[in-house]
C-alpha cells in the first residue's frame, strides 16, 4: 500500500510564477513531512521540513504548508526559476525511516 | 563541512556475485540510513544504523545486510546478486535528535548483468 502519494507525474510553471506541488499520506504515526529535490544520478537535496504538529513552515522561496485534516500536504514555491527544474519528492518519516512519494517532475519554463 | 560520500559511485557486477557498498556519514553525524531507488519501486527504505546498532529495517530479503563502524561510517553489503538488484542505493546521515533529517550522498550506481 502506498503511504505517500504524489499523484502528478509532472508540472510546468511559468518562470516568475507560484509553483505547488502536492503529497497525500495515509499513516497518522508520521512526525515529520520532507520536500527534496532531486537531478537524475545524484541524491535527494533537502528543501524543507515540517513537524506533523505545526501547519506551516517557511524558508526562502519554499514554503510548506500541512492540513492533518485531510491527510494532505503541499510545497510552494516562489518565484519559481529555472533552477528550480528537478523531481521533487515528498516524504514522511516515522521510526528512522523516510517514506517516499513517486515524485512530481517540475518544469520551469522561460 | 564534507557532504555525505558514497564508494565506488558505480559497480557492475555478475548475478551470484556479492558487493559491498561503503558510506561516509557527514562529521558529527552519527545516524546512516540506506535506500534503494528504482525506476519501478521508487526509493524504499533498507535500513538504519545509530552508534553501530541498527534501529530499523526495510521489507529487503536477508541478502540484504549492513554494519556500522565506531566512526560512523556504514557498510552494505549485498550477497547472492540477482537483475533485480540493479539500482541507485544511497546513503544518508542525520544529526543526533534530528533523525527525520537526512542528507544523502550521491549514490553508488550497481548494475547486475
Known amino acids: 500500500d502506498q503511504q505517500v502519494k504524489q499523484n502528478s507525474p509532472s508540472l510546468s510553471v511559468q518562470e516568475g510564477r507560484i509553483s505547488i506541488l502536492n503529497c497525500d499520506y495515509t499513516?497518522?504515526?508520521?512526525?515529520?513531512f520532507l520536500w527534496y529535490k532531486k537531478y537524475p544520478a545524484e541524491g535527494p537535496t533537502f528543501l524543507i521540513s515540517i513537524s506533523s504538529i505545526k501547519d506551516k513552515n517557511e524558508d526562502g522561496r519554499f514554503t510548506v504548508f500541512l492540513n492533518k485534516s485531510a491527510k494532505h500536504l503541499s510545497l510552494h514555491i516562489v518565484p519559481s526559476q529555472p533552477g528550480d527544474s528537478a523531481v521533487y519528492f515528498c516524504?514522511?518519516?516515522?521510526?528512522?525511516?523516510?517514506?517516499w512519494g513517486a515524485g512530481t517532475k517540475l518544469i520551469i519554463k522561460p | 563541512k564534507a557532504g555525505v560520500t558514497q564508494t565506488p559511485r558505480y559497480l557492475i557486477k555478475t548475478r551470484g556475485q556479492q558487493v559491498t557498498l561503503s558510506c561516509s556519514p557527514i562529521?558529527?553525524?552519527?545516524?546512516v540510513s540506506w535506500y534503494q531507488q528504482t525506476p519501478g519501486q521508487g526509493l524504499q527504505f533498507l535500513f538504519e544504523y545509530f552508534s553501530e546498532t541498527q534501529r530499523n529495517k526495510g521489507n529487503f530479503p536477508g541478502r540484504f545486510s549492513g554494519r556500522q563502524f565506531s566512526n560512523s561510517r556504514s557498510e552494505m553489503n549485498v550477497s547472492t546478486l540477482e537483475l533485480g538488484d540493479s539500482a541507485l542505493y544511497l546513503c544518508?546521515?542525520?544529526?543526533?535528535?534530528?533523525?527525520?533529517?537526512?542528507?544523502f550522498g550521491p549514490g553508488t550506481r550497481l548494475t547486475v548483468t
Open positions: 499513516n497518522s504515526m508520521f512526525d515529520y
Open positions: 516524504a514522511a518519516h516515522s521510526n528512522y525511516q523516510l517514506i
Open positions: 562529521s558529527g553525524h552519527r545516524s
Open positions: 544518508a546521515s542525520s544529526p543526533e535528535g534530528r533523525p527525520y533529517e537526512q542528507y
